[in-house]
């Protein structure tokens, strides 16, 4: 039974391209992943059913998979990624606190928001713990923040990278 997928011709000729390249490799499940959301920047519903059909993989199985793994993601990112710290040291220093400032003006965790502009992802470490609580916003950076602060700091990224 083939899949009926949403996908424009121009996704379906890739997704094939992907699986051409690495299907008949034995234990490829992985490598096709990360191929896949490295084209689409996530992994979409329709392209894991295409991947089950083509394995002969159930797609229970394949969403195990995606699931186990944290750097899968079955959503689209936003143009600016954050990633909040929520490590012991920025948890101590308030991350919490500026998850609530976050989620204040629209955004949530694993969620892009409606504009585009940004997602959210939790983190467990940045490696910035003398600057907590800190996130980095794309590969920036940005400690010993405060609600306020943060709240300023989205606003300007906004404004500088509009």
């Given at each position: ?11 379906q000729r ?9 299907s008949?490799t034995?234990g ?41 793994y ?6 689209p990112?936003?143009?600016h990624v954050?990633?909040?710290?929520m ?9 919490a606190d ?23 992802d ?8 003398s ?7 794309d ?16 606003e300007?990224?906004?404004k500088?990278?509009?």
């Open positions: 039974m083939a899949v009926e997928l949403k996908f424009s011709d121009y996704a890739e997704l094939e391209k992907i699986l051409d390249q690495f008949s034995k490829s499940l992985i490598m096709i992943l990360h191929a896949i959301q490295e084209k689409f920047g996530y992994l979409p519903k329709e392209a894991l059913e295409m991947v089950s059909e083509k394995l002969k993989i159930p797609l229970s199985e394949i969403y195990g998979v995606v699931t186990f944290s750097f899968f993601r079955l959503e990112q936003g143009k954050i990633r909040l710290c490590g012991t040291a920025c948890y101590v220093k308030g991350a500026l998850l609530t400032a976050l989620e204040q003006i629209g955004l949530k965790e694993g969620k892009v928001t409606e504009d585009g502009y940004f997602s959210l939790l983190v467990r470490c940045i490696g910035a713990c600057m907590a609580p800190a996130l980095m916003i590969e920036e950076v940005y400690g010993k923040l405060t609600p306020d602060k943060l709240k300023k700091l989205i300007n990224f906004r500088e990278h509009q």
